[in-house]
């Protein structure tokens, strides 16, 4: 079955760093652009970043620009998001996503192809 699983997630401290894994199975999804979501209670799902296939192109959405990276190891088959200087606005529930259209093509989060379950990330003040 071809699925993506999330890990990473947990609580920490405004200020503090986390690192997101993306991890396929069931095929590869090297030709595929992989994508960093994320959904707070009470708010719209949100993309935060996307990386290409190759891994030259991303993708990142200005108000985590400069905090949070995005990097893919192919043989691997994993995607990280690496969120440094964390603030407690960060706070909600990150979903990775595989497409093949470009990075900048999926920023809305409609007609996915495949979805995770989703990690939790808490940061407290």
């Known amino acids: 079955q071809e699925q993506l699983v999330e890990s990473g997630g947990g609580l920490v401290r405004a200020g503090g760093s986390l690192r997101l894994s993306c991890a396929a199975s069931g095929r590869s999804f090297s030709g595929y652009t992989v994508g960093w979501f994320r959904q707070s209670p009470g708010k719209e799902r949100e993309f935060v970043a996307a990386?290409?296939?190759?891994?030259?192109?991303?993708y990142i959405v200005d108000n985590v620009k400069g905090r949070f990276t995005i990097s893919r190891d192919s043989a691997k088959n994993t995607v990280y998001l690496q969120m440094n200087s964390l603030k407690p606005e960060d706070t909600a529930l990150y979903y990775c996503?595989?497409?093949?259209?470009?990075?900048?093509?999926?920023?809305?989060?409609?007609?996915?192809?495949?979805w995770g379950q989703g990690t939790q990330v808490t940061v407290s003040s």
């Open positions: 990386i290409s296939m190759t891994g030259r192109t991303t």
């Open positions: 996503a595989a497409d093949p259209r470009v990075p900048a093509a999926i920023s809305s989060g409609k007609g996915i192809s495949y």
